[in-house]
């Protein structure tokens, strides 16, 4: 009587769950779209803007060609891209909270910035992408060798050891970064803006979506090692060629935005945790909702940044920051109340 009373009410349940996944899957879809047009329209010029629409003299044209649409795909690639990163480091450390900016990839990152203006200035953008992914990669590597030491690996504490090998490799990029005289340019470098964003000088984000397409292909193996070394290496899976899959995915994600637009913290940690509690933890099913929300809120927070000093633009950092940080805390919070 029991079964017969439970499995009506189970069987109605899903059709239900996967209707609200559905809706809000549609939602971020269609708000991916409409804030995508509405990037092309928002800046100091004003040839090309809502109330004018695309002045037809060549200028506005030219503009919006050079311009504000590789601004705008810049900001859908790169917000995939960092929420996908963060999703694959996820997996490969079994914790919620850690993501590049987390772990001190990003900081590793900036130190391979800070060894191209010392040894090389005038280095090909594409070089530069590959010794900063080298970095980020080493990065990946040393993060993962520390945790493996850590005895306790408490839920906060692994992010905490991460920002504390972070804030001891990015104070020795500003150390050598000051007594260089290198610390206005590293810190024009790595500030996160897409102000100067255009045509010739974002190509490198399809470097970051392609390593999505590498993370789809190899999303049933993430999710596989997400549930531990013992369980992956019993199902006959290939335990470290699939981490360093992961960790060069990460890395590459991480250099082609460091080197585009540099730094934007905590995009990586609160879009995954978001798509968690609406669809669970499987990758290959959350993968596109990462990277759709992701890019959301990329073009969302730069939309904000270009309108709230109009004409100037608070840097996209500030404002990823900001939001980021307050989800994080949010993240925080609820997982603690739950706890208790």
């Given at each position: 009587m029991a079964a017969d009373t439970a499995s009506p009410s189970t069987s109605t349940l899903a059709p239900a769950r996967r209707t609200r996944r559905t809706a809000v899957g549609v939602l971020i879809g269609v708000l991916l779209v409409a804030l995508s047009v509405?990037?092309?329209?928002?800046?100091?010029?004003?040839?090309?803007?809502?109330?004018?629409?695309?002045?037809?003299?060549?200028?506005?044209?030219?503009?919006?060609?050079?311009?504000?649409?590789?601004?705008?795909?810049?900001?859908?690639?790169?917000?995939?891209?960092?929420?996908?990163?963060?999703?694959i480091m996820q997996m490969l450390v079994r914790n919620k909270f850690v993501e590049p900016s987390t772990t001190g990839v990003t900081e590793f990152g900036s130190l391979g910035m800070l060894a191209i203006l010392v040894f090389w200035p005038g280095m090909p953008v594409m070089l530069q992408m590959?010794?900063?992914?080298?970095?980020?990669?080493?990065?990946?590597?040393?993060?993962?060798?520390?945790?493996?030491?850590?005895p306790v690996r408490h839920l906060v504490l692994v992010p905490l050891v991460g920002i504390m090998l972070g804030g001891v490799v990015g104070a020795i990029t500003t150390f050598f970064a000051y007594n260089l005289d290198l610390l206005q340019s590293l810190g024009q470098w790595a500030q996160g803006s897409f102000a100067s964003v255009m045509t010739g000088r974002y190509e490198l984000v399809w470097f970051a979506a392609a390593m999505v397409v590498v993370a789809w292909f190899a999303a049933d193996r993430f999710s596989v090692i997400g549930m531990g070394e013992?369980?992956?290496?019993?199902?006959?899976?290939?335990?470290?060629?699939?981490?360093?899959?992961?960790?060069?995915?990460?890395a590459v994600?991480?250099?082609?935005?460091?080197?585009?637009?540099?730094?934007?913290?905590?995009?990586?940690?609160?879009?995954?945790?978001?798509?968690?509690?609406i669809i669970g933890d499987n990758v290959r099913r959350s993968i596109p909702w990462v990277a759709g929300l992701g890019a959301v809120f990329v073009v969302a927070c730069d939309i904000?940044?270009?309108?709230?000093?109009?004409?100037?633009?608070?840097?996209?950092?500030?404002?990823?920051?900001?939001?980021?940080?307050?989800?994080?805390?949010?993240?925080?919070?609820?997982?603690?109340?739950r706890a208790h």
């Open positions: 509405l990037s092309l329209f928002i800046g100091a010029s004003h040839d090309v803007s809502l109330d004018g629409g695309v002045n037809t003299d060549g200028h506005g044209v030219f503009l919006l060609l050079t311009s504000r649409v590789p601004r705008t795909i810049a900001l859908v690639l790169v917000g995939a891209s960092l929420g996908i990163a963060g999703l590959l010794v900063v992914a080298v970095f980020a990669l080493f990065g990946t590597w040393v993060f993962l060798r520390v945790i493996r030491q850590v013992e369980f992956a290496t019993n199902l006959g899976l290939d335990y470290r060629r699939v981490v360093a899959i992961g960790m060069v995915v990460t994600i991480t250099a082609a935005v460091l080197v585009t637009a540099g730094m934007l913290p905590f995009l990586g940690l609160v879009v995954p945790n978001v798509v968690s509690l904000l940044a270009r309108t709230l000093r109009h004409p100037y633009e608070i840097p996209l950092s500030v404002i990823v920051g900001v939001i980021g940080a307050a989800l994080f805390l949010w993240l925080l919070l609820r997982r603690r109340s």
